[in-house]
Nanobody, 124 residues
Framework: QVQLVESGGGLVQAGGSLRLSCAAS????????MGWFRQAPGKEREFVSSINWSGANTYYADSVKGRFTISRDSVKNTVYLQMNSLKPEDTAVYSC?????????????????WGQGTQVSVSS
């Protein structure tokens, strides 16, 4: 069982930056692939980024590529999402997700554990 707790959300002006953190409880964190997803009001939840168990493979949605960076710290059992050049359309609840496995996972159906989410609001 893995519990995930996100933090770092908030209100920022367009062009600003935020760093989201997702702290995982439990052992064997290094065996888990991690992902970030977001859901804007009135829209379906969408994939943002993922990182595999070793940190060697990362993937990004086209809408955030070049602006967001995902990383993980296996000592701290934490995954990060550095978000730069934020746009109003990035406004959403951001949730991290986890699953055990060696592959890359890009869809929400592939993840087993979810955090409660953190709100990111970007003003124009």
């Amino acid at each position: 069982q893995v519990q995930l707790v996100e933090s770092g959300g908030g209100l920022v002006q367009a062009g600003g930056s935020l760093r989201l953190s997702c702290a995982a409880s439990g052992r064997s964190f290094s065996r888990y692939a991690m992902g970030w997803f977001r859901q804007a009001p009135g829209k379906e939840r969408e994939f943002v980024s993922s990182i595999n168990w070793s940190g060697a493979n990362t993937y990004y949605a086209d809408s955030v590529k070049g602006r967001f960076t995902i990383s993980r710290d296996s000592v701290k059992n934490t995954v990060y999402l550095q978000m730069n050049s934020l746009k109003p359309e990035d406004t959403a609840v951001y949730s991290c997700a986890a699953r055990m496995g060696l592959r890359d996972y890009l869809t929400q159906d592939e993840y087993d554990y979810w955090g409660q989410g953190t709100q990111v609001s970007v003003s124009s």
